[in-house]
């Protein structure tokens, strides 16, 4: 994972904990940008942005209940700024990003 600077776990929430920890010690920054998205381009999608070191308890407290991607990079950092034009989207910003939060609603 350190030789790309964008990488994506699919399915990797029951591992974010072992996953998170592993990249803390081979090196990668834990102000790293990562997306969390549920439910990928589905109609009741939810989309978290979130620091890597923020990431497990994240996870934790969402209670996902559908399939979920993580994405990592710093592309992330630049994602979340941008307007999400889908109604149907969840945009949740968490630490170190927790000045900004938004939903829309169909």
């Known amino acids: ?29 834990p102000h790293t ?9 589905c109609p009741n999608e939810r989309v978290w942005f979130s620091a890597l070191i923020a990431l497990p308890a994240l996870v934790d407290r969402v209670e996902l209940t559908g399939p979920a991607i993580i994405m990592m990079g710093e592309v992330y950092a630049h994602a979340q700024t941008k307007n999400v034009q889908q109604p149907s989207t969840q945009v949740e910003y968490v630490a170190p990003y927790a000045t900004l939060q938004r939903q829309w609603s169909a």
């Open 1 to 29: 994972a350190m030789a790309a600077d964008t990488c994506a776990m699919y399915m990797g929430a029951e591992a974010v904990h072992t996953v998170v920890t592993a990249l803390l010690e081979a090196g990668r920054s």
């Open 33 to 41: 940008a990562c997306a969390l998205i549920e439910n990928a381009s």
